[in-house]
């Protein structure tokens, strides 16, 4: 058994809620796995703790400042309010820059433009390729030129 369900059933087993099938399947995991054996005594710890605490009645002063507080807002209220003008205003910005830069980037490398593909790839390297360079052999077997008269 994984022991994510183990650590699962150890819960159960703190709230009083694990049946007679479920004990058996974790004492015997719990005998092989040394990691669950651990989450147990901390959780068997931590419960402890929790039951140890005694119950204490707030200071009267509590609930009003807290509903004080609530009623003042946020402290960083200005910041609230510079950033709804900030934030869509910079989203906007960002947009018109993708566009614009779009529009440059299209007429720099747009075929009409541009003349042939040759130009737009920056290939020209290979209209001047020696006989027997890997242009020249790409060129002759793509049949896009080579100098087949050799
Ligand atoms: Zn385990």
């Known amino acids: 058994m994984d022991c994510r369900k183990i650590r699962r059933m150890v819960s159960r087993e703190l709230d009083g809620a694990l049946d007679g099938a479920g004990r058996a399947d974790l004492d015997s995991h719990l005998a092989l796995c040394a990691g669950c054996r651990r989450f147990r ?31 003042a807002g946020p402290r960083w209220g200005w910041m609230h309010g510079w950033l709804r003008i900030a934030v869509p205003a910079a989203v906007a910005a960002a ?19 541009a003349g042939n593909q040759t130009d737009v790839l920056e290939l020209t390297y290979l209209d001047e390729y020696p006989p027997g360079s890997l242009g020249d052999i790409l060129m002759t077997s793509s049949g896009g030129g080579g100098d087949e008269q050799r």
Do not use: C, N, Q
């Open 95 to 113: 947009a018109v820059f993708g566009v614009w830069v779009g529009g440059l980037m299209h007429e720099s490398y747009s075929p009409a433009t």
């Open 41 to 71: 005594d901390l959780s068997l710890a931590g419960l402890s703790i929790h039951r140890s605490v005694k119950e204490a009645d707030p200071p009267p002063s509590l609930l009003p400042s807290i509903l004080a507080a609530v009623e």
